[in-house]
């Protein structure tokens, strides 16, 4: 970002299978210590964009550095600086949880008199400390991508790749990883880019969010910009009242009647409720829907993101009062 | 720490996975023996075939072949295992840890040559008991060069399994490489009498002279001069391990 040197450094990356284009032409600068989220639909490119960065898949075309360094040319100084948790668990089947941590850690570096007390930490904050000695094989799905953050982060690399990070997780290990992201940002000032296809993820983690349809980025910029640009929260109102109440307000954008209630784009809906319903001689019910991710995905792609598993939590938030009269 | 010692550090780390990984896939190290004892016991005692060793006869002298096919086998079926790797994402750990690609090679090669020589040790064990008689110093010399030939043939396998994407290529691998190297090694016949063009394809086939490298440790006797042997399998090693690093060099993750 500004003046900052950049983490990440993108420049008509392009990655095609065949006849399929994957990534399309991305340009983009991630900053150094920046939490950056990469939110699109399944099939949208973001996992060949990361394989790309992680020197694991090579570029058709387009160049990219990563903490400085070019991918085709210098994939090992990249790799000396990054970690990654997949989408798919990598962690191996036939070892235990313990010997994975231990050979990582071996791979990647990490001074040997460390080993064993980052293995113990990284363990005991994944909530695996008691299954540790048990071979992988034996976990559960939910376990095993524990198991994998803890091999992400354990090496404490400057810049941290998530694919996918939350995906298939229970509500309280989403919180988890959450935390553990979190901790890391703020600890060690790691750059983190994740991937994710659910909004709430990218909104509550990222401090930029790039949407991603096709192979290209189609938006960029802070969660907030981007629900600004979508215009504002949407209230409904519901009594006997008409649009021209609401002429001359300047945070309300626009207002429509919509079978039977009254639609409003207003900017900043929470701070102006008030003034909104004191404006009203007669209420029966206000809703009140903040824009999501999820509407700045469908004003810019023109399509509804779909999650195939469980629908993603929505950040619906709703606000009824009933019979409210002056 | 030194660049030189973090890749020491990687490789053994390496050479560790593939080693707690080989003792614990207990059905492997039993299923990989079969067809050998099948060829020591049907061909072996059933073709009664002539032995041209004096003092040996035709079991005993395919016995030296079928301990270096076990290692054949064994090698490069661990070598292709890598296409295996890519797809069930385990390689990709490996792949983007700080590590250049020629220590990922050196430390799958050095584990790989575990699985060969472990191989190899059994069989020599149940050949020492009911075969042939072998005293110590034979023992440990065929174990030597066990070490040797699995590094030559784990090199193959890596650098073919590096450069293949799809397990279908696994058996063609198996039925135009693997098989054939073996027939034309010269485990089962004595090169000598064979005829001319058997005798060419078999000079080109680096497994031959493991054969007879092995043969002349374990019976004293070896169509060619055992140096030459020796020359020939270390020359094949250092060419193998080379190409098995290059194709590393591209090796990249597949969908």
């Known amino acids: 970002m500004n003046g900052a040197p950049a983490a ?315 019979k409210n009269t002056r | 720490m030194n660049a030189l010692l973090a890749d020491i550090n990687a490789a053994y780390a390496l050479f560790l996975r593939e080693i707690k990984v080989y003792f614990r896939e207990k059905e492997r190290i039993i299923s990989i023996m079969v067809s050998p004892l099948l060829f020591l016991f049907v061909v072996g005692r059933g073709l009664s075939g002539h032995s041209p060793v004096p003092g040996y006869n035709y079991q005993q002298f395919i016995f030296p072949g079928i301990l270096c096919m076990v290692i054949l086998f064994t090698s490069i079926t661990y070598g292709l295992y890598i296409i295996w790797d890519k797809r069930l994402d385990f390689l990709k750990e490996v792949l983007v840890a700080p590590i250049s690609r020629s220590t990922l090679f050196v430390g799958k090669a050095l584990g790989g040559m575990v699985g060969g020589t472990m191989e190899a040790a059994i069989l020599l064990l149940i050949g020492a008991c009911i075969i042939l008689p072998l005293g110590p110093a034979k023992i440990a010399g065929a174990l030597v060069l066990a070490m040797l030939f699995s590094f030559l043939l784990v090199s193959i396998g890596l650098g073919i399994g590096a450069r293949m994407n799809s397990m279908e290529g696994f058996g063609l691998v198996m039925s135009f490489l693997t098989w054939p190297m073996f027939f034309f090694g010269g485990a089962l016949f004595d090169l000598t009498q064979a005829g001319r063009w058997l005798r060419l394809a078999a000079y080109l086939d680096p497994f031959t002279y493991c054969v007879d490298l092995m043969r002349w440790v374990l019976l004293g006797w070896s169509v060619l001069p055992a140096g030459m042997d020796l020359a020939a399998v270390l020359l094949s090693c250092a060419a193998t391990a080379a190409w098995g690093i290059v194709s590393f060099g591209g090796l990249q993750q597949t969908r």
């Open chain 1, 8 to 322: 990440i450094e993108t420049a008509g990356l392009t990655k095609r299978f065949g006849g399929l284009t994957a990534v399309d032409g991305i340009d983009l600068s991630i900053g150094e210590g920046e939490v950056f989220a990469l939110l699109g639909p399944n099939g949208a490119g973001k996992t060949t964009f990361i394989s790309m960065l992680c020197t694991l898949v090579k570029p058709s075309s387009g160049t990219a550095r990563v903490a400085g360094h070019d991918i085709v040319s210098e994939g090992l100084a990249v790799r000396q600086n990054i970690g990654i948790v997949f989408q798919e668990p990598s962690v191996d089947d036939l070892l235990s949880g313990r010997e994975n941590l231990y050979l990582h850690s071996m791979l990647y570096g990490v001074p040997h008199r460390e080993i064993g007390g980052r293995i113990e930490k990284m363990l005991a904050t994944v909530g695996l400390s008691e299954r540790g000695d048990d071979r992988v094989r034996t976990y559960s799905g939910g376990m095993r991508r524990r198991l994998e953050i803890a091999r992400g982060l354990i090496h404490e690399p400057r810049i941290l790749f998530l694919d996918e990070p939350t995906l298939g997780l229970d509500p309280a290990s989403r919180q988890a990883v959450w935390g553990y992201v979190r901790e890391m940002r703020q600890r060690a000032g790691t750059t983190i880019i994740l991937t994710t296809h659910y909004m709430e993820e990218a909104d509550s983690l990222s401090e930029r969010v790039a949407i991603i349809d096709r192979g290209r980025i189609v938006e960029l910029g802070t969660p907030d910009e981007l629900k600004r640009r979508v215009g504002g929260d949407v209230v409904l109102l519901k009594g006997d009242i008409g649009p021209e109440a609401f002429a001359g307000l300047d945070f309300v954008k626009e207002a429509v009647r919509e079978d039977g209630s009254l639609r409003l784009t207003v900017a900043d809906a929470p701070r102006h409720l008030k003034a909104l319903i004191d404006l009203c001689p007669v209420i029966e019910e206000v809703q009140v829907r903040r824009v999501t991710l999820d509407d700045v995905f469908l004003k810019f792609t023109g399509r509804l993101m779909r999650d195939e598993e469980g629908g993603g939590d929505s950040i619906f938030q709703r606000i009824a009062v009933a």
